[in-house]
Nanobody, 125 residues
Framework: QVQLVEPGGGSVQTGGSLRLSCSTS????????MGWFRQAPRKEREGVAE???????TYADSVKGRFTVSQDNAKNTLYLQMNNLKPEDTARYYC???????????????????WGQGTQVTVSS
């Protein structure tokens, strides 16, 4: 079993920055991909950024150039640096992990089977 915990989140004004973190514990060996997803009210969950086991990062078009996903293997922690935030980035953000190799590069939440509890990000105009 894998546990994912996402402290952080918060509220910022348009143009501001936030960094999300996701601590992993449990049986984390052979995790193939880890990613960040978000869900706004009345909208479907969507992939934001993903980091495959080979280090390849994939981003949704809506966040390219503004968000950066990274990982600190020594701390078993995944990060999402979010810059130049916009009101449309407001959502609950979830950290996720999977051992399914097909997930890499997909930004498809259906491939992920380990999830954190989520953290709220609110961007005001």
């Amino acid at each position: 079993q894998v546990q994912l915990v996402e402290p952080g989140g918060g509220s910022v004004q348009t143009g501001g920055s936030l960094r999300l973190s996701c601590s992993t514990s449990g049986y984390i060996s052979r995790l193939c991909s880890m990613g960040w997803f978000r869900q706004a009210p009345r909208k479907e969950r969507e992939g934001v950024a993903e980091l495959a086991g080979d280090g390849l990062a994939t981003y949704a078009d809506s966040v390219k150039g503004r968000f950066t996903v990274s990982q600190d293997n020594a701390k078993n922690t995944l990060y999402l640096q979010m810059n130049n935030l916009k009101p449309e980035d407001t959502a609950r953000y979830y950290c996720a992990a999977t051992r399914n190799k097909l997930a890499a590069g997909s930004l498809n939440y259906n491939w992920y089977n380990y999830w954190g509890q989520g953290t709220q990000v609110t961007v005001s105009s």
